[in-house]
């Protein structure tokens, strides 16, 4: 059809355009109001499901970003990834957070490279959206947090206090007489965050001084849990669990109140069991507990993190030179590394099999593999306070086990947010499940209760 615009009058129809016009305008006012009632309805509707009435319902329900609304795919494995190039570095410095402890504060130290600090993990499959430090603690508005472990959980720690600082400064309202146990308080938020020593997670002695010298073998009680974190576990809300190197340790075991064998323990007239024995056995009899306790939290447990010693280990000229992250396939994970983690999956897959009978929030924190690609986010010597500043050529101490603040461990953090998200928003959490030395893995859903 064709038109002949110079039919239309514009003097003698006026009055029909006008109503046209009018009808075009009111109609999308319509739809614009409405568009943003059910937007604003299905934010609102979003945001209510797990939160509590002392919680503001608008500042845990509305992303203020599309960056931060979590994208589930059947294909995500937030494990599985690479480390890329992050122009904007981290979201603290270690000027900014005084909650970074001497050997942990490398910049401050004197480490000269600060390339380390502008990298960020990505997962393949799947977003990982940035930390935010806001969002965060309203979800965490009146919950206890605990991380429990060695010393790589108060280097965690570190970097948690540090990111949730840039919001709320935390009050320190605890520390043990060791100095090794504490507790902070976000007063804004009502949030509690415990970092409790427990470097085996069962009954230990432990003969150490200060400077990791050892005067006497570990005595453990490989079937008597830890009271310093049993006894506060069911009044936390979340926890991350982990344990690791300790049990490489020279060590006298015990169960049932008897001595039963040894790890390295020449000379004695002990069974050389091995650490292999306790590190499952212990491990074993904590996932028994976690499942059977019917804990109503969420509960992490994290795997042990590969340290980076080259030429030598801790205390025999150990060096951990590299400058940048390394790609999958490149890093190799030691022996004794492989086994602990070899034992963690195993000792995990068989809990969790069991927890959701049990109606127990079980995840895996698989963060090995991840940290295995970053060789250069270690002390080294910059664990002191510049150690070359005298002398360029000094012979010092390396650390390539425990992590710079900031640095990597902060991404661990990104990825807890993300799960925590998601289980506030009932959605699907996938974890890998690897079997053996050669690490395959094969993804699957975990349907912890709550995700449907």
Not at 275 to 287: C, E, G, I, Q, S
Not at 323 to 347: H, V
Request: proline letters at 6%.
């Amino acid at each position: 059809m064709i038109v002949k615009w110079n039919s239309w009058s514009l003097y003698r129809h006026h009055h029909v355009l006008i109503k046209f016009a009018v009808s075009i305008l009111f109609s999308g006012l319509t739809f614009r109001l409405y568009v943003v009632h059910y937007n604003g309805f299905a934010s609102d509707l979003q945001s209510s499901i797990h939160e509590k009435d002392q919680v503001p319902e608008q500042d845990v329900a509305i992303p203020e970003n599309k960056d931060q609304i979590p994208l589930v795919t059947e294909k995500c494995d937030l494990f599985k990834g690479d480390w890329i190039p992050n122009p904007s570095g981290p979201i603290y410095t270690n000027e900014s957070c005084r909650w970074i402890e001497e050997h942990q504060n490398c910049m401050k130290n004197g480490r000269p490279d600060p390339g380390y600090l502008y990298w960020k993990w990505k997962p393949r499959d799947c977003k990982l959206p940035p930390f935010n430090a806001k969002r965060f603690l309203e979800l965490m508005r009146n919950k206890a947090w605990a991380l429990i472990g060695d010393s790589i959980s108060r280097n965690h720690v570190q970097s948690l206090l540090c990111m949730l600082s840039t919001v709320d400064q935390p009050v320190e309202v605890y520390r043990d007489g060791d100095n090794k146990s504490k507790r902070w308080h976000f007063p804004l938020y009502n949030l509690t965050v415990s970092n409790i020593w427990s470097p085996f997670l069962v009954t230990a002695a432990i003969f150490e001084d200060i400077n990791g010298v050892s005067t006497g073998e570990v005595q453990l009680h490989i079937d008597k849990l830890d009271e310093a974190w049993k006894d506060i576990y069911q009044s936390l809300d979340y926890m991350t669990i982990s344990t690791g190197q300790w049990f490489l340790r020279a060590a006298i075991y015990h169960e049932n109140d008897t001595i039963v064998g040894c790890h390295l323990c020449p000379g004695k007239n002990l069974t050389e069991l091995g650490f292999v024995y306790a590190y499952r056995k212990a491990l074993h009899y904590v996932m028994d507990f976690i499942v059977k306790s019917k804990h109503k939290g969420l509960i992490f447990f994290r795997t042990s993190t590969p340290d980076h010693f080259e030429n030598g280990e801790w205390h025999n000229g150990g060096t951990c030179p590299k400058t940048s992250p390394g790609k999958p396939g490149e890093a190799k994970m030691k022996e004794l590394s492989k086994i602990l983690y070899d034992i963690e999956l195993e000792e995990f897959d068989k809990a969790s099999a069991k927890a959701a009978d049990y109606d127990v929030n079980l995840i895996l924190l698989d963060f090995t593999n991840l940290l295995l690609l970053r060789p250069d986010g270690h002390p080294g010597p910059y664990r002191q306070f510049r150690p070359f500043a005298e002398n360029k050529t000094a012979v010092v101490q390396n650390d390539c086990l425990h992590w710079c603040i900031p640095g990597p461990m902060d991404f661990l953090n990104d990825v807890i947010m993300d799960i925590v998200v998601k289980k506030s928003l009932n959605y699907p959490i996938r974890r890998s499940v690897c079997v053996g030395i050669s690490h395959s893995c094969e993804a699957q859903t975990s349907h912890l209760p709550g995700y449907n």
